[in-house]
C-alpha cells in the first residue's frame, strides 16, 4: 500500500468526522452519510481527482472490490482491502481500523490483517 495514501487513510478514519456503516460503501440517511472503511478511501481518492465525482463513482461500484484507478492511487493488492473491508463489516470501528493500518506490515498484509480480525473476533467471543 502507498505508505501516504496509508497515512492519509488512517488520519481521515482517526478524524472523527466519518459515520461509519457496514455492508454497503456508502449510505446517506436523514441527511448525514455513512461510510464503510472504503467509502473512507474512496471518498478521499475522488478529492485528488478533480474529474471523479462520488456520485460518478458509485454508480457502478461493486462494494467487494475497487475500482482500478482507487486500486493504482493507493497500491497493494485488492485482497487486503476486502480483508479491511471484512473487518468493516464484522463490527470493527474506524479507529481499530486505522490501528490495523498503522501496524500494517511490509510483507504478508492480508494475512496480518486476517490474524487481526480472527483475534478481535475472538475478544468479542469472549465478552
Known sequence: ?????????IDALESGRWLQTKDVMKISHEGQNYHC???????LWVAQDP??????????FDTASLKRSI???????????????????AGMSFLEIADI??????????????NERD????KQRLR
Open 119 to 122: 483475534m478481535w473476533h475472538e
Open 37 to 43: 472503511c472504503l467509502g473512507v478511501l474512496s471518498e
Open 1 to 9: 500500500m502507498n505508505k501516504d495514501v496509508q497515512k492519509l487513510w
Open 51 to 60: 474529474e471523479c465525482t462520488m456520485e460518478m463513482m458509485y454508480a457502478s
Open 101 to 114: 493500518l498503522r501496524r500494517l506490515p511490509e510483507t504478508e498484509e492480508n494475512e496480518f490483517i486476517r
Open 71 to 89: 486500486l493504482k492511487w493507493a497500491g497493494g493488492d485488492l485482497r487486503e482491502y476486502r480483508e479491511l473491508a471484512f473487518c468493516n463489516d
